[in-house]
Nanobody, 117 residues
Framework: QVQLVESGGGLVQPGGSLRLSCAASGSIFSVYNLGWYRQAPGKQRDLVATISNIGRTNYADSVKGRFTISRDNAKNTVYLQMNSLKPEDTAVYYC???????????WGQGTQVTVSS
């Protein structure tokens, strides 16, 4: 069992930056593949970025070059550094953890990011 708690969301002006954090507890964090997803009002939940248990990263085309995902296994935390934010980045951002072989799939409660002037 893994519990995920996101933090770091808020209101930011276009062009600004935010760093989201997701703290995990309850299991061996380092074996999990981790990801950030987002869901805007009236839309489906979409992948933003993932990082595997060996550090391999993947990004949605819409955030490449602006967002960076990273993990600190010693702190049981995954981060999403978001730069050059745009109004279309406004969404609830969710942290996800997936066990690579057992298929366990966990989600956080989400954190709101609003990009507006």
């Amino acid at each position: 069992q893994v519990q995920l708690v996101e933090s770091g969301g808020g209101l930011v002006q276009p062009g600004g930056s935010l760093r989201l954090s997701c703290a995990a507890s309850g299991s061996i964090f380092s074996v999990y593949n981790l990801g950030w997803y987002r869901q805007a009002p009236g839309k489906q939940r979409d992948l933003v970025a993932t990082i595997s248990n060996i550090g391999r990263t993947n990004y949605a085309d819409s955030v490449k070059g602006r967002f960076t995902i990273s993990r600190d296994n010693a702190k049981n935390t995954v981060y999403l550094q978001m730069n050059s934010l745009k109004p279309e980045d406004t969404a609830v951002y969710y942290c996800n953890a997936v066990h690579p072989s057992r298929g366990y799939d966990y989600w956080g409660q989400g954190t709101q990011v609003t990009v507006s002037s």
